[in-house]
């Protein structure tokens, strides 16, 4: 029996929790029928399409109001109507999606998943009481990193409600080797790729402070910067009141990562928080040599000295460092890659994740009791905490 599975996230900026789905997507169809949900505009407007492409129904709809918002409503008319088996929401941050979930439970969907792809960052007690309510009608919550879970349980997760699924990316499409980007660097350039949205979270600013020492000691470094992010007009300001408008390229968001990927001498990741990014799972799988910071999920990803280098997040020092010994050791960077490559297919695949993800369902679909259930709100506005707001979109980001 081919069971109905909707995955869904009320994220305004779904950049990796959107690749992150459409990886599964393309994965569970061949086991269940599924729908991709997400606000319908910007970035979402584009994943639905690729959700099409795949084969997937796409489901626009803005999952961030009021529980007697129209859209709320009409979500929750939808998942009755459809007699969806299996909900899935994915979280970027702990107050994102609330008011869907409890749609979705009182649409009477019999099973209830959610992923969290960060670690805890609740640090409100109004947030707190919110999504402890909020767990009550979730069946379980995935965590994509061993760190992270360490954090829910921190946080009085029951460990009983918790199962592990590890982030895990395709093969690379193009494959290294394949034709490179046009990105009209000067003969001799070293590229050294950042993907990550700018905002605080991902450390731009720490790699601004490490840059000049790079350059001192290799100077044809280029650094390519892919994404877009609240913080992106004050990092080209930065840039430029630092002298440093000739080495940093801002790329704007890509389509194009693999190639970007297999152009790329060196990946950069220097986030000051993480839940296991993507970014350093696509360089594994492509063979580049690694770089970042010792973070949650990174450095379960990456392997010190064995598949790249990691450094404290926030030590600019220690990132240029590590930047330089890649950089000027060809050899050692060879062997990183390598290495990163045989790890991503051993660990971080999306076969991988697909199957455990399917596991994580068939145990609830096989137990679920359909029912729905009256819960009262979290106190919430568009899906974000009131007290949050700034914080949320000037230090967590929406990225994974």
Request: charged share 20%.
């Given at each position: 029996?081919?069971?109905?599975?909707?995955?869904?996230?009320?994220?305004?900026?779904?950049?990796?929790?959107?690749?992150?789905?459409?990886?599964?997507?393309?994965?569970?169809?061949?086991?269940?029928?599924?729908t991709?949900?997400?606000?319908?505009?910007?970035?979402?407007?584009?994943?639905?399409?690729?959700?099409?492409?795949?084969?997937?129904?796409?489901?626009?709809?803005?999952?961030?109001?009021?529980?007697?918002?129209?859209?709320?409503?009409?979500?929750?008319?939808?998942?009755?109507?459809e007699?969806?088996?299996?909900?899935?929401?994915h979280?970027?941050?702990?107050?994102?999606?609330?008011?869907?979930?409890?749609?979705?439970?009182?649409?009477?969907?019999?099973?209830?998943?959610?992923?969290?792809?960060?670690?805890?960052?609740?640090?409100?007690?109004?947030?707190?009481?919110?999504?402890?309510?909020?767990?009550?009608?979730?069946d379980?919550?995935?965590?994509?990193?061993?760190?992270?879970?360490?954090?829910?349980?921190?946080?009085?997760?029951?460990?009983?409600?918790?199962?592990?699924?590890?982030?895990?990316?395709?093969?690379?499409?193009?494959?290294?080797g394949?034709?490179?980007?046009?990105?009209?660097?000067?003969?001799?350039?070293?590229?050294?790729?950042?993907?990550?949205?700018?905002?605080?979270?991902?450390?731009?600013?720490?790699?601004l402070?490490?840059?000049?020492a790079?350059?001192?000691?290799?100077?044809?470094?280029?650094?390519?910067?892919?994404?877009?992010?609240?913080?992106?007009?004050?990092?080209?300001?930065?840039?430029?009141?630092?002298?440093?408008?000739?080495?940093?390229?801002?790329?704007?968001?890509?389509?194009?990562?693999?190639?970007?990927?297999?152009?790329?001498?060196?990946?950069?990741?220097?986030?000051?928080?993480?839940?296991?990014?993507?970014?350093?799972?696509?360089?594994?799988?492509?063979?580049?040599?690694?770089?970042?910071?010792?973070?949650?999920?990174?450095?379960?990803?990456?392997?010190?000295?064995?598949?790249?280098?990691?450094?404290?997040?926030?030590?600019?020092?220690?990132?240029?460092?590590?930047?330089?010994?890649?950089?000027?050791?060809?050899?050692?960077?060879?062997?990183?890659?390598?290495?990163?490559?045989?790890?991503?297919?051993?660990?971080?695949?999306?076969?991988?994740?697909?199957?455990?993800?399917a596991?994580?369902?068939?145990?609830?679909?096989?137990?679920?009791?359909?029912?729905?259930?009256?819960?009262?709100?979290?106190?919430?506005?568009?899906?974000?905490?009131?007290?949050?707001?700034?914080?949320?979109?000037?230090?967590?980001?929406?990225?994974?």
């Amino acid at each position: 029996m081919r069971h109905s599975v909707c995955l869904f996230t009320a994220s305004p900026e779904p950049s990796g929790v959107g690749e992150h789905m459409l990886t599964l997507a393309a994965g569970l169809r061949e086991q269940y029928d599924v729908t991709f949900g997400c606000i319908p505009s910007g970035p979402g407007a584009h994943l639905l399409t690729r959700a099409a492409a795949l084969g997937v129904a796409p489901m626009p709809l803005d999952g961030r109001g009021w529980k007697t918002d129209p859209e709320i409503a009409r979500l929750r008319d939808w998942l009755r109507a459809e007699r969806m088996a299996l909900f899935h929401l994915h979280a970027g941050v702990g107050w994102e999606g609330h008011t869907a979930t409890y749609a979705a439970r009182e649409a009477g969907v019999p099973a209830i998943v959610r992923t969290e792809h960060l670690p805890d960052v609740i640090r409100d007690p109004e947030e707190r009481a919110s999504h402890d309510r909020l767990l009550t009608v979730v069946d379980r919550l995935i965590c994509v990193s061993a760190g992270g879970t360490a954090s829910m349980l921190e946080a009085g997760v029951p460990a009983s409600k918790i199962r592990v699924v590890r982030n895990g990316v395709a093969a690379p499409d193009p494959l290294p080797g394949a034709p490179q980007p046009a990105l009209a660097l000067p003969p001799g350039a070293r590229p050294v790729l950042t993907v990550a949205r700018f905002t605080e979270q991902k450390g731009h600013r720490v790699l601004l402070t490490a840059i000049p020492a790079i350059l001192a000691a290799c100077p044809a470094a280029r650094f390519l910067w892919a994404g877009t992010g609240p913080l992106e007009a004050a990092l080209r300001e930065e840039v430029r009141a630092r002298g440093l408008a000739s080495a940093v390229r801002f790329l704007a968001r890509r389509d194009d990562v693999p190639a970007l990927l297999a152009a790329a001498d060196l990946v950069l990741l220097p986030s000051l928080f993480e839940g296991l990014p993507l970014v350093v799972l696509e360089a594994m799988a492509a063979g580049r040599p690694v770089v970042a910071t010792r973070a949650c999920g990174t450095d379960e990803a990456v392997r010190d000295g064995v598949t790249g280098r990691l450094v404290p997040p926030g030590d600019a020092a220690a990132l240029a460092t590590a930047v330089v010994e890649a950089l000027t050791s060809p050899h050692l960077a060879a062997r990183w890659g390598d290495a990163g490559r045989e790890r991503w297919r051993r660990e971080f695949t999306a076969a991988r994740m697909v199957r455990e993800t399917a596991a994580v369902y068939d145990e609830m679909l096989d137990a679920a009791v359909p029912g729905a259930v009256e819960e009262p709100m979290p106190h919430s506005l568009r899906g974000w905490s009131r007290p949050s707001v700034e914080h949320a979109m000037s230090v967590q980001g929406e990225r994974q």
